[in-house]
């Protein structure tokens, strides 16, 4: 049973954690249907450092550019590189505050699938609404930062798509598509890392065969990546609220059917 948990909670993961259909909605729906016990906090440790290396994968000549351009001799490159890395730090503090603080609280809600459900038909209308809005092509800013990390503040929230939510209130307020993509799943790597050293501080010893874990581990990030290259076409060609109709319809059955 470890190996078929870690497999299907490693493929949920790598999906829906890039997708905006929300991966935290999902284990939570698809542990209450099928009655999966949760693989663990070493399994779920594991499984976000997978993502977060699935980001780094897609997203390496951008990273390596904020890694090295802050020495460049050439200004402009150097402070492109500073000033995004700021806006980067900036937008991930509401969600690291709210996530330290309110741990307990948003543990509780990983039990509730109707909530879940009613969480994921609030992405889907977050989806829709982002359509509506012709981005005009600018930059981020300091103000638009802020804003994007409040979002993916909200996101913790089971149900409530992280990358979905991100990328459409940076489309909302005029990111342009590319960079909206971009700097949700830049400012998503220490969000994500920090989810897992999170749990890896609960960890008291090993719940789950190391092969397992090892399974769990390739199996997020080959998904996560083929789903972060999938999500950046939608996003680019301003499909992003597709994905709405499957969180309404999934939301809308897990409110009717679960207790």
């Not at 078929?4 to 999906?15: D, E, M, N, S």
């Not at 220490?190 to 769990?216: F, N, T, V, W």
């Amino acid at each position: 049973m470890d190996y078929i948990i870690a497999l299907v909670l490693g493929a949920v993961q790598g999906i829906a954690e890039f997708l905006p259909i929300s991966s935290s909605g999902h284990l939570v729906i698809l542990q209450s249907l099928f009655h999966i016990k949760e693989g663990g906090l070493v399994l779920d440790t594991i499984l976000h450092l997978g993502t977060a290396i699935a980001i780094m994968a897609v997203f390496r000549n951008d990273i390596l550019a904020l890694i090295t351009n802050p020495f460049s001799p050439d200004p402009q490159k150097r402070n492109s590189a500073i000033t995004m890395i700021f806006f980067l730090i900036i937008a991930t503090i509401p969600a690291a505050i709210i996530g330290v603080k309110f741990d307990d609280y948003f543990e509780a809600l990983f039990s509730n699938p109707r909530a879940a459900g009613a969480m994921l038909i609030v992405t889907s209308l977050i989806l829709f609404i982002s359509a509506a809005r012709k981005s005009d092509g600018s930059k981020v800013t300091l103000i638009k930062a802020i804003i994007i990390g409040l979002a993916q503040a909200i996101a913790i929230l089971p149900g409530i798509s992280r990358s979905g939510t991100t990328i459409a209130i940076a489309l909302l307020i005029g990111v342009s598509r590319e960079d909206a993509g971009k700097f949700s799943f830049l400012m998503a790597l220490p969000a994500i890392l920090g989810a897992a050293l999170l749990h890896a501080r609960k960890i008291e010893s090993l719940d789950m065969q190391a092969g397992a874990l090892g399974i769990g581990f390739i199996i997020s990030i080959i998904m996560g990546i083929v789903s972060l290259k999938l999500l950046m076409q939608f996003v680019r060609k301003g499909k992003l609220y597709y994905f709405g109709f499957y969180c309404c319809v999934v939301g809308i059955l897990s409110v009717i059917f679960f207790k």
